[in-house]
Structure formats: structure tokens, C-alpha cells
């Protein structure tokens, strides 16, 4: 205990001497040193940070570099993540806007973001803040699975057509090399993600892909190279991030270079071998029948059920679960059978957002909005229109939920009559993912009824919506212009607020594409 206190210490004498927890802008650590990178590096007291008993000097690189030593380093930067993160969650908050202003479309705006931002941090429950980590772990690995997807549909497309044969074994090469390697990457960002040493992590994962382990024989057969798969991955380097924290608490620091990295290897490499790989490919096993079952025997229920409470799970943040279960059907199958489903929500969504403009047609705010965020919604890309019109308003959210339950009843129907609509890789939705898409009956059926479940989404989104979405109250409150009439010189002039498209796409590029 004394051990921690002492680190903790040392990171609390750091962060003040670097410009406190607002000017870091990234954390890591190598052998010896803690590299910060930081905002300003004016607020950086260079002479008082050499004062600390710790600090046995510091380097000006690209990174902000202070020297710590073997052992002390990776002792010290999880307190100084966990300071860092403790002063952000500490910062004031803005202040609220004045809710007697009029309700423009920049204001609306506004009132989603703080409710999404107020949902955040209502969120931050234990299970959810596991799920930002899972999450955390494989959104990095999207673009590279957006990447080797188009490269496999297109492989798949010249195999088909007999073009090229001297290119296509190239790019089968090219579309296949990342997935064989993945669970190396999720071990990775996992051990890097739950605090422990990333290389550590990816070592002890790539026992999982390695060619070897087909000589090894547990629970009374032999394994196979990328048994387990992403889940066992997942689970080998959590184990080693705990195993490495265990050594680090124990072993002296002098012997720690040696001795902490060779028994988190060996401890967890052992129990990954002799344990996870077995479990972890019956479970990987299990999702990939049950997702197969589920829509072979309900199809149209299923479907209705998961694109109608989509936008509700990413509301709660819930839908970070079904990262790891798209990976594994995807490393399984090739495509995963969930995501083109699941995106008829953002079908939904577009079809609200197009009835809320013909509703309000004195609005010329809102309108605008719209207008600027819908074709980010085509592509998939939902946020806008969801914080900047449909949830601050209500009941266009609701029914742009019925819009997605459509729409995925639609796919989902098709599944169960045995066309399996498909995508090799996560991330992109609407009209984005026609690129990536893969299914059982050739690229034409699959394409024509994503395409299809598209059409019913925007058209029951659009339906529910102009029909059912707006109460007289609502459209007496808001069917009204919001912009300063020219013929009414007495009025006084509105003040000056962003412009419509800051609170369209632009304003949340830096969020994820939720849909």
C-alpha cells in the first residue's frame, strides 16, 4: 500500500508541473519514461518538474518526456491517468442557455447535445463504463475492417467474373491478412485499454493465431490456430494486464524489467492455451449459431425487435456490446448478419427528419438544420438529425424508432426465407454500406433488399412521423417562423448564434457514427 501511495504521490507532484489535467492531451509510457503530450507547452514548469524526488530528468521531444525509470514508469502513469481523469470529470460545466430565448434550430440543437451529454454522465454506471472500454478496444480496428472488406468484395467480384486471375490472389492477400492477425490487434488495444503494457497484451494473444498451437491438445482434442478468436483474445490479455499488476506490486523494481514481462507471458500464455482458446471458441461457436438460428426462425420478428430499439440502445449506450459479437460473425462467416439490420434505424431516422420538414413549413430554422444534416443521414451518420431534431422534440424520435422496426422486419423477412443480407465490416451504415455488403444468394439479391429495407425504413419513418409524430401543441409551438421578419423593423434583431450547419454534421464529426 505504501508502494501506491508513493506512486500516486509522484503523479500528483507531476500533474500541476505539466499544466494540470486540461493541457494533456494524450498519456503513455515506454521502458523508462512517461510521454505526455500536451497542449501548451508553455504551461510546462521544466525546473520545478527536475525538483521532484522521482524525476530523474526530462525530454523535449514530439512528445513531453520525463524520466522515471524502469518499474517506476509503469507504476506511475495509471495514477496519472487516473488524476488526469479525475480533473476532467472535475471541470465546471458551460452554462446553460437562457430558456426563455425562442427555440431556433441552433437552440434545439443545443438542448439535444445537453441531453446527451446529461445521458453520458447519468450513464456512467459501472457496466456502461465496461462497454465505452469494449468499444474503446475495437473502434480503432474499423478502418482497417472497412478496408480489407472493399478489398474482399471487390476480390470476390473479379473471382466471379473471371478478371484479373493474376491480381485477385494479391488481393485476397491484401483482404485477408488483417483478419488472420486480428486478435493480435485486439490483445493490443485491450491490455492498452484496461491499463497494462499493449505489447504485453498483443504477445500473449498472438499464442491464439499462432500455427503452432495445432501440435497442442486440450479438453481431449487439439486446438486449432485462431480458436477463441477476437473473445479469446479479449479475455487472454485481460488476464495478462492483471497478472503484469500483480507483478508490479511485488516484484522489486530493480528485477522488474526482467522478471514482470516473462511471467505475465508465461502465467497468462499457459491459461490461454490450456483454458481460453477452448471456452472462448465454444462461446464464439454459440453467437454464431444463435445469430444464424434467430433469423432463420424469426426473422421479420427479430428484425422488427432489433432496427426498432436500435437508436433506444444507442441512446443508452448499449449498443457498444454488439461490437465484439459483429467482430466474432464476421471472423466466423465473413460478414455479420446483425449490422445491415440494426442500420434500418438510420433509415428510420432520415424518413422522420423528411417529415418533420414538410410538418413545420414556417420553420425555416429547423428546415434548414435538416436540410444540412440529411445527407450525413443517408450515409449513416444519425447524430445530428437525432440530437438536433428528433430527440429534443420528442415524438419524431418514437416514431423514427417505428421507421427502423420497418425497415428491419423487411431484411430480416428475407433472412428467414434464407437470403442472408451481410456486411464484412462495422462502422458505415446507409447508404455507405453497399460497398461492404455480402450474403449467400449472390451480391445482387443482397444489395436489392438492403436497398429495399432502406426504401421501407425512410417510407415508415416518413408515415409514422408526418402522421402520429406532432400533437397541436407541438406543431403550435413550432410551426411558426424563428428568424427576424424583414416587414417588422420594431422588433429588436436576434442575437447572433452559430449558423444552421454548426449544428448539423460538422458540430458532431467528432463523435463516432452511431448508426
Not at 494524450?26 to 521544466?46: E, F, K, N, P
Not at 491517468?81 to 430565448?101: F, I, Q, T, Y
Amino acid at each position: 500500500m505504501a508502494t501506491e501511495d508513493k506512486n500516486r504521490a509522484t503523479a500528483a507532484a507531476i500533474l500541476p508541473l505539466v499544466g494540470g489535467a486540461a493541457n494533456v492531451s494524450s498519456i503513455a509510457h515506454c521502458m523508462t519514461r512517461l510521454r505526455l503530450g500536451l497542449h501548451d507547452r508553455s504551461l510546462v514548469q521544466d525546473e520545478a518538474l527536475k525538483a521532484v524526488p522521482a524525476v530523474m530528468g526530462v525530454v523535449d521531444d514530439d512528445t513531453y518526456q520525463i524520466v522515471l525509470g524502469p518499474g517506476t514508469v509503469a507504476r506511475v502513469t495509471p495514477e496519472f491517468e487516473k488524476l488526469v481523469e479525475e480533473g476532467r470529470a472535475a471541470a465546471p460545466a458551460p452554462s446553460p442557455a437562457d430558456p426563455a430565448a425562442p427555440l431556433t434550430a441552433e437552440e434545439l440543437a443545443a438542448q439535444g447535445a445537453e441531453m446527451k451529454a446529461a445521458r453520458k454522465a447519468k450513464n456512467a454506471t459501472p457496466f456502461k463504463l465496461f462497454l465505452r472500454k469494449i468499444a474503446n478496444i475495437f473502434v480503432p480496428l474499423i478502418p482497417a475492417l472497412i478496408g480489407c472488406g472493399i478489398i474482399a468484395g471487390l476480390n470476390g467480384l473479379l473471382v466471379n467474373l473471371e478478371w484479373l486471375p493474376s491480381v485477385t490472389p494479391a488481393l485476397a492477400a491484401m483482404a485477408s491478412g488483417f483478419m488472420a492477425l486480428i486478435a493480435v490487434f485486439v490483445g493490443y488495444n485491450t491490455a492498452k485499454e484496461f491499463g497494462g503494457t499493449p505489447i504485453l497484451g498483443g504477445a500473449v494473444a498472438a499464442i491464439i493465431v499462432f500455427p503452432g498451437v495445432a501440435n497442442i491438445e486440450a479438453f481431449g482434442q487439439k486446438l486449432s490456430p485462431g480458436q477463441g478468436g477476437v473473445l479469446g483474445a479479449l479475455g487472454a490479455a485481460v488476464l495478462a494486464v492483471y497478472v503484469e499488476k500483480w507483478c508490479r506490486r511485488w516484484v522489486p523494481e530493480a528485477l522488474d524489467v526482467l522478471v514482470t514481462p516473462t511471467l505475465t507471458v508465461l502465467i497468462s500464455g499457459l491459461v490461454t492455451i490450456f483454458g481460453l482458446m477452448y471456452v472462448a471458441g465454444e462461446v464464439s461457436t454459440a453467437i454464431g449459431t444463435f445469430a444464424n438460428w434467430l433469423l432463420s426462425n424469426g426473422g421479420a420478428g427479430a428484425g422488427l425487435v432489433l432496427g426498432g430499439f436500435f437508436l433506444p440502445l444507442v441512446m443508452l449506450g448499449l449498443h457498444q456490446a454488439l461490437i465484439p459479437i459483429h467482430t466474432t460473425l464476421i471472423e466466423q462467416q465473413g460478414y455479420t448478419v446483425l449490422l445491415p439490420i440494426l442500420a434500418m434505424a438510420g433509415a428510420g431516422q432520415v424518413g422522420a427528419a423528411i417529415a418533420v420538414y414538410f410538418r413545420l413549413p414556417r420553420n425555416e430554422s429547423i428546415r434548414k438544420t435538416i436540410k444540412s444534416a440529411l445527407p450525413a443521414g443517408f450515409l449513416g451518420v444519425g447524430e445530428p438529425l437525432i440530437y438536433g431534431v428528433s430527440l429534443p422534440l420528442g415524438r419524431p424520435f418514437i416514431t423514427a424508432c417505428v421507421g427502423g422496426a420497418f425497415g428491419g422486419a423487411f431484411v430480416g423477412f428475407f433472412n428467414q426465407l434464407g437470403d442472408a443480407v451481410g456486411s464484412t465490416a462495422i462502422g458505415p451504415s446507409g447508404w455507405a454500406l453497399f460497398p461492404l455488403l455480402d450474403g449467400n444468394h449472390g451480391l445482387g439479391a443482397t444489395i436489392a433488399i438492403y436497398a429495399g429495407g432502406l426504401v421501407v425504413g425512410y417510407l415508415a419513418g416518413f408515415v409514422a412521423t408526418y402522421f402520429f409524430g406532432f400533437g397541436k401543441d407541438l406543431l403550435a409551438e413550432f410551426n411558426v417562423s424563428q428568424e427576424p421578419s424583414a416587414t417588422t423593423p420594431a422588433a429588436e434583431p436576434a442575437p447572433a448564434t452559430a449558423t444552421t450547419a454548426a449544428s448539423g454534421p460538422d458540430a458532431l464529426a467528432k463523435e463516432p457514427a452511431a448508426l
